[in-house]
């Protein structure tokens, strides 16, 4: 099982970018995800989930109108669209996947997202 993120980097304030997580070894298309970031110091927090079929999107409140989740179940892969990215918005991002029913929970090894001008 494996779930690997990419797209982080350093971008300026303002600025956009886009994080993908690919996934293998598990049937994607049966799992919800989620988005989590880690600032430091801080407690990894979600930033937005999807279920499995991609009909339903839930996003934290300080999130909202400013990123979008996605999945490609052809693909087996989720993203992550951030816009109007702010300093705060730097931290660890991780891709989850979720199968409540099945007791199982997979978790990618994290890309780094950096605001800062």
């Known amino acids: 099982v494996q779930l690997v993120e990419s797209g982080g980097g350093l971008v300026q304030p303002g600025g956009s970018l886009r994080l993908s997580c690919a996934a293998s070894?598990?049937?994607?298309?049966?799992?919800?995800l989620r988005w989590y970031r880690q600032a430091p110091g801080k407690e990894r927090e979600l930033v937005a989930a999807i279920t499995s079929a991609g009909g339903v999107t839930y996003y934290v409140d300080s999130m909202k109108g400013r990123f979008t989740i996605s999945r490609d179940n052809t693909r087996n892969t989720v993203y992550l669209q951030m816009n109007s990215l702010k300093p705060e918005d730097t931290a660890v991002y991780y891709c989850?996947?979720?199968?409540?029913?099945?007791?199982?929970?997979?978790w990618g090894q994290g890309t780094q997202v950096t605001v800062s001008s």
């Open positions: 070894g598990f049937t994607f298309s049966s799992y919800k």
């Open positions: 989850n996947a979720v199968q409540t029913a099945w007791g199982r929970e997979y």
